[in-house]
């Protein structure tokens, strides 16, 4: 089965960085988007950065100018540097890709299973 593997979390004084990682394995014929998303205790998931193929990215108004979002797709990995990090920042990241088996018809959501990211001193 296809697997996303994230990487990178931990604890971070504010105003540091931290740079995710997430690697998608298995059968894997294509992956279209690929994207962050997290959560934080008490409140929903939302979207943080996602990023198409073909490099077109996207950010949450508050991650704008302090994160990026980039894709290696000869790895199929997606990573996630995070600059300027505030406690607000902390929540469990999820790597999200949008994958094409080589059997399917179309794509299917796919998630990694979490990495924990701490902000506080």
């Known amino acids: 089965q296809v697997q996303l593997v994230e990487s990178g979390g931990g604890l971070v004084q504010p105003g540091g960085s931290l740079r995710l990682s997430c690697a998608a394995s298995g059968p894997i014929f294509s992956i279209y988007t690929m994207g962050w998303y997290r959560q934080a205790p008490g409140k929903q998931r939302e979207l943080v950065a996602h990023?198409?193929?073909?490099?077109?990215?996207n950010y949450a108004d508050s991650v704008k100018g302090r994160f990026t979002i980039s894709r290696d797709n000869a790895k199929n990995t997606v990573y996630l540097q995070m600059n300027s990090l505030k406690p607000e920042d902390t929540a469990v990241y999820y790597c999200?890709?949008?994958?094409?088996?080589?059997?399917?018809?179309?794509?299917?959501?796919?998630w990694g299973q979490g990495t924990q990211v701490t902000v506080a001193s």
């Open positions: 999200n890709a949008d994958v094409r088996r080589h059997w399917d018809i179309r794509a299917s959501a796919y």
């Open positions: 990023i198409t193929t073909g490099g077109t990215t």
